[in-house]
C-alpha cells in the first residue's frame, strides 16, 4: 500500500472482502506475491507474525485495576474465563486470582530470572472452552476449579502446611488403593513448547528424569508426554 492507503482500503480494492470492514480491534495480516517460478519453486512461504495481544484486567483486592498488557498466566486464565470469546462469566474469587498472579510473578524461582508462569500462545475459535482452559492450566502448574459460587486459581507453589491431620480427624474407616494405573504411573516427563528463541517454533524440552522414582519402580523406565502450548521459555518448560 502507498502512503495514502490504509491495510483495509488495500483489502477493499484488491480482494473480495466488504467495503464495510475496517478490521478495528482485530490483528490481521495482508500479504501480496509476485509470482517467480525461482523464489517461489516450493511454493509459497509461511507468514508468521508476532502479535501482542489485548490489555487485560487486573484487581488489587478485588478492584479492578486500568488495562494492562501482561503475559502473567493468572490474568490471562481469568479473562478467558470472564470474557464473550471465552466462558462470559463473571463469578472470580479475585483473591486466589490475585494470590495466583503474584506466584506467576516470581522472579526468583527460575535461573534465567524471568517470571515463573507467564501464558504465550494463539487460541483457535473452533477449540473447545474447556480445552484451552485445560491448555492454559499446563502452563502454570496448577489448578483451577469451581467451588462455593465463583471459579478458583492456585498456581504451582509450595505452601507450608498449617495442621497436621491424626487418625482422630477422620470420620470413617480408611480406603487404600496400593496400585495406581499405568496412565498415572511416570518416572520422567518430556514434551513440546513453543520456543521463542527459535522463532515461535514448537520444539522439544529436555526430558526430566527422576532416578528416585526409576530406582522404586524396578528401573522400568516410563515416560509422561507432557506438552506446553503456551509456555515458551525453556527454562520455564522445564
Known sequence: AN?????????????????????KGIAYLYCRFEYDSTVFSGGLPAVT??????????????????????????WVIRDFISS??????????YATFEEAASVSEDTTILSDSSKQYTINGVVQASQ???NVLQEMMTSCG?????GSGSWRLFAGAFVAPTKILTLDDLRSGIS???KMSMANNFNAVRGTFVDEDAGWVSADYPQINSSLF??????VESVLDLNLPFTSNVIAAQ
Open 176 to 178: 487404600l488403593d496400593t
Open 49 to 74: 507474525a508476532i502479535v501482542k495481544g489485548k490489555k487485560l484486567v487486573t484487581t488489587i483486592n478485588g478492584v479492578a485495576q486500568t488495562p494492562v498488557w501482561t503475559d502473567n498466566a493468572a
Open 142 to 146: 496448577g489448578t483451577l476449579f469451581w
Open 3 to 23: 502512503s495514502t492507503e490504509t491495510l483495509a482500503t488495500t483489502l477493499h480494492a484488491e480482494t473480495s472482502v466488504d467495503s464495510n470492514f475496517i478490521g
Open 214 to 219: 526409576l530406582s522404586d519402580d524396578n528401573g
Open 128 to 130: 473447545s472452552f474447556g
Open 84 to 93: 464473550d470469546y471465552g466462558l462470559e462469566d463473571s463469578s472470580i474469587d
